[in-house]
DNA sequence: TTGAAAGCGCTAACAG
DNA sequence: CTGTTAGCGCTTTCAA
């Protein structure tokens, strides 16, 4: 190391470093961009300077010169679920990887709120959008149609995208799970979830189940729904009240796995006999799940495919390609020990 | 909603603002910035202008004139464990309420994807800088030293930070889920974690629990280590096998709560007694270990609040003030119903 | 209270 | 293959 080194700090500027280099700035930039037209003594004798400088070049110059910034954002609604880390951890993956860096924002699950994130980050030109959910006030819907860069809306397909769409339809699994209950003989069902008029995508998966079991001609019998984010000791204080109200369900079906876990501790810690008395079901396909003694009947969500899937189709499009509109990435059904 | 915002896009910039209100850029730029120095009218003209063409500010700009940007970065190791989103949740919504938007990267563990991720971060020229542990490499600790913003280094206080840290003492957790177990008389005691040479601060808890043994004349009976990131089914596994060879263990210290609720299930799918035949013990405090019928033993760490801390202590920092250079926020035992 | 000039650090476009 | 010129959109500084 040499005392150059030592003495790098920020404020090196490209400048400086074609001033060390005995060159001009654009030659600099040139070797720093990988175009071409360097010969490679000279790009020797930058790289050179470059090293001794410690030289980071400042991107916010070169995004305002280009008018393209490399930051990507990521609007979620919760960090405290594990299923949105897993979204932006494939996104992340993918942007990484392509040279991008994901700005994040947590939506707290309010539409509201998210309005003033997309706002907030349009300040930072980004080179593209994921947000979850199709639903958003119009104000921020407009904003991300005029932000004329591409947007990807995630983890669900029930309902129009504004450019595009990777995810699952949370009513059809929600369906799924509805049809697979009545067809396994139970008819005295009962749910439990949490705020469903914030998570909007659990309310679409109880609209399918409701569905599913109408059609089959059966009600559903009673629910459990709290002002509270969905977590392991809700399901558990919730599948208690519900079987306070109603003794004779014969299945549950959560809003997710935490629910259902939490359901299964209630009946571990109860007594109840799952699945002989009471049937559980979940939604994700949480490793938690899989661990617990009988293994959850539950549909897994391609949450960490969907955030590289979401990356895949904005890099894509900036690369000039023209991915589908809305993509499928589908769900698993599985069949657990629960019910 | 007029014509002007539907036309509206990117591209306006203030001095488009600036025209239709009939004032200079300057002028808008003081209205925008709550600079006192306007008169009522001025900036009245100057609102209305911005609000029909739908202007937003270009931060990069801004950026790069006044050499200060609104990102900070955050670094962790991972988002599959939900204890860095905690830790991310609780800086970001205190750099929200500032004006900041938090970039993040992750690590994956490994220190020299780490030191890659500071330079390329580096570029943005960021506010501040929070990164996961004391450990790094030269390089990364020569960029943050020399990137002249606040650094906070969280989740430990065993080693000397680069500028400030905020979190608590890994090996001091061990230690005392070590005095612990011998003190209720755990004479036979094994481990499980997963890889103790990424995750460096289970090593120092591990390490804190075998001094505590030692002090006490106990030696660890024998220990399961993979080559794998912790979990539920990690644990499970784990403790399974550590039995297989150590049928007679009393007690076993997990790596993190997940692999000792892993443990737990193990247990009673094997019809293991806890506590009474096998003592268990994690770390972190998890819901998860509240919701197992049996409450989990464990050691609290205050991840969110850590994360309010880092990011409060860089805000402190940049208005002038001097937090402390170690802040320990303590951990809390939790004497549950497994050890 | 307001404006004009200059520049932040970089790159596109052109010229040589 | 390399350099010059002219900005990107904003703010700082100075002057009016």
């Known amino acids: 190391m040499t005392i150059d080194e030592q003495d790098s700090n920020n404020s090196v500027t490209l400048s ?10 654009m030659t600099v930039s040139r070797v720093l961009n990988g175009h071409a037209s360097v010969s490679a003594a000279t790009r020797a004798k930058v790289q050179a300077a470059v090293a001794a400088l410690g030289y980071v070049p400042n991107r916010l110059a070169g995004a305002l010169a280009t008018a393209r910034t490399q930051l990507m954002v990521v609007i979620i609604p919760s960090l405290g679920n594990i299923v949105f880390p897993e979204v932006l951890r494939g996104a992340n ?4 990887l392509a040279g991008y860096q994901a700005v994040i924002g ?3 699950y309010d539409l509201d709120r998210e309005e003033q994130l997309i706002a907030a980050m349009q300040s930072w030109r980004p080179s593209g959008w994921i947000v979850a959910g199709l639903e958003h006030t119009p104000r921020a819907r407009q904003m ?3 932000a004329r860069s591409p947007v990807v809306e ?3 397909l029930d309902g129009e995208p504004i450019d ?15 049809a697979y209950l009545v067809a396994s003989g139970r008819r005295r069902i009962g749910y439990v979830g949490g705020n469903l008029e914030r998570d909007l995508r659990a309310a679409k998966r109880l609209q399918g189940f409701e569905l599913a079991l109408q059609e089959r001609g059966v009600a559903l019998q009673g629910r459990f729904t709290a002002n509270a984010p969905s977590s392991l000791l809700l399901g558990r204080a919730g599948l208690a009240q519900l079987l306070a109200r109603h003794p004779d369900l014969d299945a549950v079906y959560c809003s997710n796995d935490d629910m259902a876990v939490g359901a299964m501790m209630h009946c571990m810690a109860a007594g109840i006999a799952v699945p002989g008395q009471l049937a559980l079901a979940g939604f994700n396909g949480l490793e938690i799940g899989e661990a617990v003694p009988q293994r959850l009947t539950t549909i897994r969500s391609p949450r960490y495919r969907i955030g590289q899937q979401a990356a895949e189709n904005i890099l894509a499009r900036i690369g000039g390609a023209r991915p589908p509109r ?4 589908g769900f698993e059904f599985i ?3 629960t019910g």
Chains 1, 2 share one sequence.
């Open 16 to 25: 400086e470093v074609a001033r060390l280099a005995g060159v001009s700035g």
């Open 93 to 96: 993956e993918r942007f990484e």
């Open 106 to 108: 947590v939506s707290d």
């Open 144 to 146: 991300l149609r005029e």
């Open 154 to 156: 995630v983890m669900d």
């Open 164 to 178: 595009m769409a990777v995810g699952f339809s949370n009513a059809g699994a929600g369906r799924e799970m509805g």
């Open 326 to 329: 809305r993509e499928d990435l």
């Open 335 to 337: 069949a657990g020990q």
